[in-house]
């Protein structure tokens, strides 16, 4: 059975970073693309970044470009998110995505929320 | 990007209803478009891929299909069940930036 927890979400100050993680089980994680995939308290969804499966290849939204990076480490079946620079338009529950067939969005971790505030 | 948009972004039924939830993309998208649904407090669920494939697991009463023009695509729920009142979006992956609809909340009557 397929399991993604997140963890490492919280309170930051504008400006700081934060580094969240998201632990895989349940599949060959160093055969699936993965995402991070972020939602605003009471909007709608909002891709962030994606991360081939051998970790050659990332994407990343415009508005977190050159912000956060992606990564994993595929010999501990994790996902990470490093954010720097946060702004309070980060403020989000923040869900790591594994994708499946090569597109299908087909597990969606719990979610780990993080709010930027003075 | 490729912009969606659903409509309605409301809709209220009764138990038992059939609802039509529309997905429009702002550009052709072929077949690559996916379903969710997400209740409060829970990560999305995926209902259909590939604008019309049943994710395993979900109920035969949910659909989708694709008007054939590559940018109009519908999710139906046949004999609405008390567990189907949520939100539900679409989203596609044609290509990068993946994006999502605005999302159309379903609530009881």
């Known amino acids: 059975q397929v399991q993604l927890v997140e963890s490492g979400g919280g309170v930051v100050q504008p400006g700081r970073s934060l580094r969240l993680s998201c632990a895989a089980s349940?599949?060959?994680?160093?055969?699936?693309?993965m995402h991070w995939v972020r939602q605003s308290p009471d909007k709608g969804l909002d891709w962030v970044a994606v991360?081939?499966?051998?970790?050659?290849?990332?994407n990343y939204a415009d508005s977190v470009k050159g912000r956060f990076t992606i990564s994993r480490d595929n010999s501990k079946n994790t996902l990470y998110l490093q954010m720097n620079s946060l702004r309070g338009d980060d403020t989000a529950v923040y869900y790591c995505?594994?994708?499946?067939?090569?597109?299908?969005?087909?597990?969606w971790g719990q979610g780990t929320p993080v709010t930027v505030s003075p | 990007d490729i912009q969606l948009t659903q409509s309605p972004s409301f809709l209220s039924a009764s138990v038992g209803d059939t609802v039509t939830i529309t997905c429009r993309s702002s550009?052709?998208?072929?077949?690559?478009v996916a379903w969710f649904q997400q209740k409060p407090g829970r990560a999305p669920n995926l209902l259909i891929y590939?604008?019309?494939?049943?994710q395993r697991g979900v109920p035969s009463r949910f659909s989708g299909s694709g008007s054939g023009s590559g940018t109009d695509f519908t999710l139906t729920i046949t004999t609405l069940q008390p567990e189907d009142f949520a939100t539900y979006y679409c989203?596609?992956?044609?290509?990068?930036?993946?994006?999502f609809g605005q999302g159309t909340k379903v609530a009881i009557k």
């Open positions: 995505v594994k994708e499946n067939h090569g597109v299908w969005f087909d597990a």
């Open positions: 349940g599949f060959t994680f160093n055969t699936f693309a």
């Open positions: 991360i081939w499966y051998d970790g050659s290849n990332e």
């Open positions: 550009q052709v998208i072929n077949t690559f």
């Open positions: 590939a604008a019309s494939a049943l």
């Open positions: 989203q596609q992956l044609y290509n990068y930036p993946r994006t």
